[in-house]
């Protein structure tokens, strides 16, 4: 009887101390991750900090060049300023113009003119809606067996009750 208790004594024994083994190997796993996060983490912080004192040089450079281009540019008046704009506009059509007249007709040709390629548009889309409507009268047919007078006709491929007067 009592090598049974001692023999049990021994199992239960060894049972517990494999259980603490498992454990201490689980928790040393467990802290060799925490370890890892937290290493990965300050990077992480590091890298966050890096890159905030690269956005703030970076504002202060714009600032900076803002501020030096400000000084740089002549005080004009607005209205001035868009006068200029309409007349270096035109200014840039009578060029192109006069370039182009200077161009072989055969070049000329290649040249899509502004107002040709809003009618060529225009058309497009006029063609456009055109081919959607005729699509939707295709869609919207009815079968010729529905149509009327259709019993009046002989179907395609059967011969007719009279006889042909043309001679075989």
């Given amino acids: 009887m009592k090598k049974i208790f001692i ?3 021994v199992i239960s024994f060894a ?8 454990v201490s190997v689980a928790e040393q796993q ?6 890892e996060l ?6 992480l912080d590091e890298r966050d900090k890096d890159l905030s004192l690269r956005e703030t040089a970076l504002r202060e450079r714009e600032n900076a060049l803002t501020k030096k281009a ?3 540019v002549p005080p004009t008046a607005p209205v001035v300023q868009s006068q200029d704009a309409i007349r270096d506009a035109a200014q840039a059509k009578a060029e192109r113009d006069r370039k182009l007249q200077q161009l072989p007709p ?21 063609l456009s809606e055109a081919q959607g409507a005729l699509k939707e009268l295709m869609n919207q047919k009815q079968p010729r067996s529905q149509m009327p007078g259709a019993a009046g006709f002989p179907a395609t491929g059967v011969a007719s009750p009279t006889s042909s007067p043309m001679p075989q």
């Avoid at 467990?30 to 370890?35: I, N």
């Fill in 106 to 126: 055969e070049l000329r040709a290649l040249v899509p003119n502004p107002s040709t390629a809003e009618k060529d548009k225009l058309t497009k889309e006029r």
């Fill in 15 to 22: 049972m517990i101390c494999s259980c603490q083994k498992q």
């Fill in 38 to 43: 937290d290493a990965r983490e300050t990077a």
């Fill in 70 to 72: 400000a000084v740089n």
């Fill in 30 to 35: 467990l802290a060799q991750r925490k370890v």
């Fill in 7 to 9: 023999i049990s004594i």
